[in-house]
């Protein structure tokens, strides 16, 4: 069984920050890529950014020059620094852990509010 969990939501003004995290644990080596993905209430599940075993990053374009995306591989964790934030931000966002055998595991989501 694998377990994903994040952590790091909340509430946060316009232009504040926050940093999410999230570790993926039980039977699983290690995550081949791991990503962060936002669903809002009337959208569908969309990534927001992806990082890969060769540190390889993807970004939405509405979130580059404002998010960073980490990892740490060694523990099957990755981060979220979310910096400037805005209103259109705010969504349920979810952890995905890929594997190289193509095992797919998602958390249970963490919210981000961001109020104007």
């Known amino acids: 069984q694998v377990r994903v969990v994040e952590s790091g939501g909340g509430l946060v003004q316009t232009g504040g920050s926050l940093r999410l995290s999230c570790t993926a644990s039980g039977r699983i080596t290690s995550c081949y890529a791991m990503g962060w993905y936002r669903q809002g209430p009337e959208n569908e599940r969309d990534m927001v950014a992806r990082?890969?075993?060769?540190?390889?990053?993807n970004y939405a374009d509405s979130v580059k020059d404002r998010f960073t995306i980490s990892s740490n591989r060694a523990r099957n964790s990755v981060y979220l620094q979310m910096n400037y934030l805005k209103p259109e931000d705010t969504a349920i966002y979810y952890c995905?852990?890929?594997?190289?055998?193509?095992?797919?595991?998602w958390g249970q989501g963490t919210q981000v509010t961001v109020s104007s």
């Open positions: 995905r852990c890929q594997t190289s055998i193509g095992g797919n595991y």
């Open positions: 990082i890969s075993t060769d540190r390889t990053t």
